[in-house]
Nanobody, 124 residues
């Protein structure tokens, strides 16, 4: 069974930065694209960023482009989300997920495994 464990969430002021990490169990981590999603209270889960198995391909939702960077270290089975210039509207529970393909995707239904989430709160 694949396990994904997020960490790095917290409370920061607007304009600040956070780096989320997601550690994955299992082998052949580099075979699988990884994604970050978020869900704010009362809202649907939304796509944030995705990275291909090799790390060469990335995709971002428009609201985070230029502020967030997704990366991965396949030797450590870990994917990261560096978040800068944070805004109150970035407040949400952030989830990492793994899909059974090495190609990026923005669709949550295409991801098979999910972490438990980490809370990110941005104060104004």
């Amino acid at each position: 069974q694949v396990q994904l464990v997020e960490s790095g969430g917290g409370l920061v002021q607007a304009g600040g930065s956070l780096r989320l990490s997601c550690a994955a169990s299992g082998r052949t981590f580099n075979n699988y694209a990884m994604g970050w999603f978020r869900q704010a209270p009362g809202k649907e889960r939304e796509f944030v960023a995705s990275i291909s198995g090799s790390g060469a391909g990335t995709s971002y939702t428009s609201s985070v482009k230029g502020r967030f960077t997704i990366s991965r270290d396949n030797a450590k089975n870990t994917v990261y989300l560096q978040m800068m210039s944070l805004r109150p509207e970035d407040t949400a529970v952030y989830y990492c997920a793994r899909r059974e393909s090495y190609i990026v995707s923005m669709y949550p239904g295409e991801y098979k495994y999910w972490g438990q989430g980490t809370q990110v709160t941005i104060s104004s």
